[in-house]
């Protein structure tokens, strides 16, 4: 399978966690709670953002490769794609 | 926001009670549960208060309570729980409560003692009918077949015939662990002169004090002579035992022997008539006792709250001063009314200024409650600072997970604490004594989450039961490398080892969309890789957590009217922190998206560059990572540098000029506003927005409480805190890296050492499925008590540390108290 790079995942990323801190926040109900909730939607989606982002920049451009033993890498020279 | 974000409006309030009414009115605040009476006796002792006598009363009644309530359990019966409202009941009904509870107390303490009395009589009559039953061998026989020679005299004693050599008889109970040395005294003591048989009885008697069975000997000692029989006495004495009248005919024995046993009937039956009774006594007291404890308790909490009120002669009326949330004043208004109404004069309610800090009050639901529990467990913030739990409900669980993640760990926590959230409202599950359960239960919200975000924080790190799974296809493509490098069947042969190398083309692909690539969890230089990363992720993690902290703050300097020191305190520090440690997460992210594969050999260590630039020198093998970078460093330094003096001197300075302007101007005429300036840096200001009256003059007070030397040691303390923290805070975010690593490892070595060997066991399949269900328990155990219950303690408090050192010390003083409202409500309930 051919990888676009960062794109694909950044674009699927920012918008799900766009749509769970902008979009979702208009649609909790007026209550004593709708603050706390409002904050706990955009902290969530902060933290879990960062994360993935912090996951995936990590791995854009590797310096150095994995090392595997020769079994593992027999196994994997037929097995995987 | 809510009241969430900060303590709510609370101030004080001033209650007129009429004397009439004030006893109503405090039950019906105490039912509400609205106030925080303030002690205005407080130089009173509680001897000398007004109420004393009405409390003491109580007080012997829950004595009272109390006897009741110890002879209910020691009869094995439980008290059930008060059902429906109690209200306090009114004075006149204590003495109506009182008098019965004196009389159960009494009828109690009758039939006890009756019973006691009774129950030693049958023992006594139980040991003497054993006594006379039992059989003692050759004596007994020795009387049966030698009638007429009983009175021959069985020793020829030298000392002459006034001796009586007629054989006695002593039978009697001694208690078992006695018996062998009351054997041995009396052949010592005697010298032979007796012969003694002892015999265990065949039932076991009741004690009948402590109500524990024990086996009794009995024991018959023929001996002749008067000496000997005074000496048997005065042992036989000695050791409690019991000693019964012997007759030595049989007929005699015998019809005493059914004598007893009759009398050991009749007693009976009465001891049952008398238990019967008690039992009725007891199950009165079960259904009339709850309600009671609970009435009185209540009484007593308002004859305490009303010993807090000073005494009004003029008025004939108590003042009571209490904190009251303002949302909650019209509710108090109600209340006070409604008591008040029957005496015909209402009580009265007006707010009153105060310069003391009120209490903090924010109101929680049960999800929000345990987090704000853990804010409070650190300290209870300041009247209407801001409040840093809605923040903590996720960041504390994230930071969890982040040394935590693990699928299958997060996923076994989150159906736990789910199992606990779905299984809150029974009975059953309210009512568990256990403190371990309670505490797990108290906190279940707080599992839920942190297993949810364990299971996400899994998902990116791909470790499920530390596999790692291929969702997506990975980024590394080995069938590249190898067709590429000519790794033929016999090369990979003879290496053991080799390594991927992602400047060949085709062998790195792109990113993992979704967390770490499967394929490092294969390699034996992982751990090369994902130390640098979660040690990177960690230092990103805590610089964007104490960032926020800081701005959290301004939200304080803005509610409170310190412009100042949005410009003098939170700019500084956020340049300083951001200058410098900003700057590092700057240099790891750009290093990620700007050195390649091809400069790899090359690329330059943000360590180094690191370390070059608070030395102010450079590396002459480090190549810099961008244009400019050797001009940018010194001058974050510098500026950095530049802050710690604002920081230090800016707001003492300030408040200086502030204290001296006031000062000059006050001649002329009082300024009121200029009392905000000048209050210390961390007073808070206590309801200004309500101000009827001024209580003095404000200047006054305030310039007493501004001592310049003190306001620059703050400062100073702050400063010193602020700047070195910032490194030590970030170094101690490097836990996040420490405590992943060691659960991923822990967890790793549980798999390989158990259930992969027991998994590539060889033989039958048969044979390897029977060896399978101990393998897997033993995983399964282990991994519940390590991985879950050890690594889940650990990661928990260490993400609590963070959280109240390195988080809350950017901005949370926590030096407040909490509202604790008059009320019933017990405790835990």
Redesign the interface.
Known sequence: MAYTGLTAPLVMMSMFCGFVSFLVPWFISKGPNQGVSITILVTCSVCCYLFWLIAILAQLNPLFGPQLKNETIWYLKHHWP | ??S??RSEEVVLVQLFLPTAAAYACVSQLGELGLVEFRDLNASVSAFQRRFVVDVRRCEELEKTFAFLQEEVRQAGLALPLPEGVLPAPLPRDLLRIQEETDRLAQELRDVRGNQQALRAQLHQLQLHSAVLGQGHGPPLAASHTDGPLERRPLLQSPGGPHQDLRVNFVAGAVEPHKAAALERLLWRACRGFLIASFREMQQQLEDPVTGEPATWMTFLISYWGEQIGRKIHKITDCFHCHVFPFVEQEEARRTALQQLQQQSLELQEVLGETERFLSQVLGRVQRLLPPWQVQIRKMKAVYLALNQCSVSTTHKCLIAEAWCATRDLPTLQQALQGSSSEAGVSAVVHRIPCRDMPPTLIRT?RF?ASFQGIVDAYGVGRYQEVNPA??T???FP?LFA?MFGDVGHGLLMFLFALAMVLAENRPAVKTAQNEIWRTFFGGRYLLLLMGLFSV??GF?YNECFSCATAVF???????A??NQSG?S?AF??Q????????NVTG???????????P??S?????L??LN??KM??SV??GV?HMTFGVVLGVFNHVHFGQWHRLLLETLPELVFLLGLFGYLVFLV?YK??????AG?AS?PSILIHFINMFLFSSSPTNRPLFSGQEVVQPTLVVLALAMVPVLLLGTPLFLCREHRRCHSRRSPQPDKDTARLLDLPDTSLASQGSDEEKAGCPGDQAEAEFVLSEVFMHQAIHTIEFCLGCISNTASYLRLWALSLAHAQLSQVLWAMVLRAGLSLGGEMGVAAVVLVPVFAAFAVMTVAILLVMEGLSAFLHALRLHWVEFQNKFYSGTGYKLSPFTFAVEGE
């Open positions: 926001m809510g969430l974000f639901n929000t809605p923040y409900i996720i960041t994230f982040v996400y924080t990116i296809p990975s980024g590394w493509s080995v069938a490398m190898a790794w069947d990979l042969a290496q053991p080892l080799l390594s991927l190398d992602p062998v790195f692909l792109g990113p993992y969309p979704f967390g770490i690539d394929v490092w294969l390699a034996v230089n992982h090369s890789f640098s990363f990177k992720m990103i993690l964007t992210a990620w998206l700007r050195v390649t594969a790899a690329a």
